[in-house]
């Protein structure tokens, strides 16, 4: 397992607030604070945090999957909205579905507690 303090995050995910709780054999777990800064006009959690704490997340399960001396950049992403966020903490648990010899996809979902909030899928290209 990959000590998450090891792991090198972007100025963007700090940013953002992203904390990585675990990453480990092609999955990957983070969380992410509601903040002011983080809502929509309506004051929920802006639907483009959730995208981006999504394409984190599955970024960091495929480099725990081809290991973190190699890089991997998303070249798809779909993502599906199932409710909105007004409080609170979200969870997105990432995992590794397929690792190809050039590309990874990856699948993801975002939690808020039980709830269902988002579910992603994604294709990571070898570089």
Known sequence: MTDVSEVTTSAFSHLLGCEPLRIDGGEAEVRLALTPELRNR???LHGGAIFSLVDIAMGLACSSAHGFDRASVTVECKINYM??????????????????????????EVRQDEALVARAQGTFMLV
């Open 42 to 44: 309506a004051g929920k």
């Open 83 to 108: 409710r909105a966020i007004d409080a609170g903490d979200v969870h997105c648990l990432a995992r590794v579905i397929h690792f190809g010899s050039r590309t990874l996809v990856a699948e993801a």
